[in-house]
């Protein structure tokens, strides 16, 4: 049996995943405070289960799940309610005119109900493919595949047909 990664090598953990957790926080929360603060739990997290992982290979995964896991335990709590505080209050829900600009995407995202946009980031942007975000997200590769369709074509609304065409050939896997 191999031997549990040490202290060192957690640090070394934290600062090689950390702007990748990073990332995908941000794009689970679209809100930069709260990614920060997001991926300063998820190594804590991490940290105080580090005895239980086995190899250094698997701790950024394990990293990861802790991220999703942690952002979806505060999407259930009461308080969450997805409202960022702004100076004025929006015209309407149309995107820019401007759909390749980045932040268009990730007002969209922000748009979407909180697991789907769990599974479009780790399908997506980290590429990861279904049987890993379904075990990431604790839930049925069927309700992967079902939350992608739902989160794609409420993308397609927001974005239009450019931005998120209809393939024939889906990602299965």
């Known amino acids: 049996m191999p031997r549990p990664p040490s202290d060192a090598e957690f640090g070394e953990l934290v600062h090689a995943t950390w702007p990748s957790l990073y990332r995908t ?5 679209g809100d930069h405070a709260e990614a920060e ?6 190594p804590a997290k991490t940290y105080a289960s580090w005895p239980k992982v086995r190899t250094i ?4 995964a394990y990293a990861r799940t802790v991220l999703v896991n942690t952002a979806a335990s505060w999407f259930r709590k009461r ?13 309407g829900v149309a995107p820019a005119s401007d ?6 995407v990730v007002a969209a995202l922000a748009e979407l109900a909180p697991r789907q946009r769990a599974v ?8 990861l493919p279904v049987a890993q975000v379904a075990a990431a997200l604790g839930c049925s ?8 369709s739902d989160a794609l074509a409420r993308l397609r609304t927001l974005l ?4 998120v065409p209809h393939t024939s050939g889906a990602r299965h896997d």
């Open 99 to 104: 759909l390749a600009d980045r932040p268009t």
């Open 120 to 127: 479009v980031v780790l399908r997506f942007y980290d590429d």
């Open 141 to 148: 590769e069927g309700t992967v595949k079902s939350q992608t």
């Open 37 to 42: 603060d997001l991926v300063q739990t998820a």
């Open 160 to 163: 239009g047909e450019a931005v």
């Open 79 to 91: 308080g969450w309610r997805n409202e960022r505080p702004t100076a004025e209050l929006p015209e």
């Open 25 to 29: 926080a941000y794009l689970l929360l």
């Open 57 to 60: 290979e698997a701790a950024p």
